[in-house]
């Protein structure tokens, strides 16, 4: 299945004024964000900018667009999925905290867990949430693979949740061991919302031809949908542009 948004002829994100921009985007696509919420996503692109310049948190080629390859990509999602309220999240390989940070900020409802295996990164990680004051949220140093080996992380997330870090056959087997077991939940009828993820689920942002890693995943065990969602949005074109979507397993 492939669910997408229409879109309108307004051109790319606005440099001078990403913060409106960004707000206006949200406002089109039904996400109602909050003046805190704005200026919390400000100060967090202001500190990750000055911690990427000791530490390599986000490519230096996508940095001058943070606003657009970053803060709005890893929002995408919240236009076109419906996540559980209060849900627990693993955010594979955060990096500079992405996408974990600014969902946090807009879904403060969710409580999240940072995974990264390098220390500098999760240091730098941790600096950040502890100045921009977030809670229910972690970083934790370990690679992916070993987390169910901690003490009270087996079987303890609702989603897993990765930005470009693996292939779709390799997520899968890292989130096996760390989602919740399944239940027999039924997708509730809101016509409002895009697409319902009932947990266990695994939601990895994708781009370019998704084909051959969607057939990949279906074909693995223990596996009751798969699919791709267009991140294409009202007010915005530049997910289009790049291609951008994610791909949805429900275990």
């Not at 919390?40 to 692109?45: I, M, N, P």
């Not at 016509?191 to 994708?206: D, M, R, S, T, Y």
């Amino acid at each position: 299945m492939t669910v997408s948004r229409e879109t309108d002829s307004q051109p790319g994100f606005d440099v001078e004024n990403p913060t409106l921009r960004l707000r206006t985007v949200c406002l089109q696509n039904g996400l109602s964000v909050t003046d805190v919420q704005i200026a919390q996503l400000a100060r967090f692109v202001d500190l990750l900018l000055e911690w990427n310049q000791k530490i390599n948190l986000v490519s230096r080629k996508s940095a001058n667009e943070v606003w657009r390859n970053h803060i709005l990509h890893s929002i995408s999602i919240l236009f076109v999925l419906q996540l559980q309220r209060g849900a627990s999240v693993m955010d594979i390989g955060t990096g500079g905290g992405l996408p974990g940070i600014p969902l946090k900020i807009l879904r403060p409802d969710l409580t999240i867990s940072l995974v990264d295996s390098i220390q500098k990164k999760v240091k730098a990680v941790e600096a950040i949430m502890n100045e921009l004051k977030l809670v229910g949220i972690e970083v934790l140093c370990a690679r992916v693979e070993d987390m169910p080996k901690r003490k009270g992380l087996r079987g303890s997330f609702d989603y897993t949740i990765a930005r470009g870090v693996a292939p779709m056959k390799d997520l899968v087997r890292y989130s096996i061991p760390v989602l919740k077991p399944g239940t027999k939940q039924s997708r509730e009828k809101r016509p409002q919302k895009e697409f319902q993820v009932i947990p266990p689920a695994l939601i990895a942002f994708k781009g370019g031809n998704v084909e051959a890693e969607l057939k990949q995943v279906k074909e693995l065990k223990g596996i009751k949908s798969a699919d791709v969602v267009n991140l294409t949005l009202k007010g915005s074109e530049q997910l289009i542009d790049l291609e951008k979507k994610v791909i949805v397993v429900q275990f």
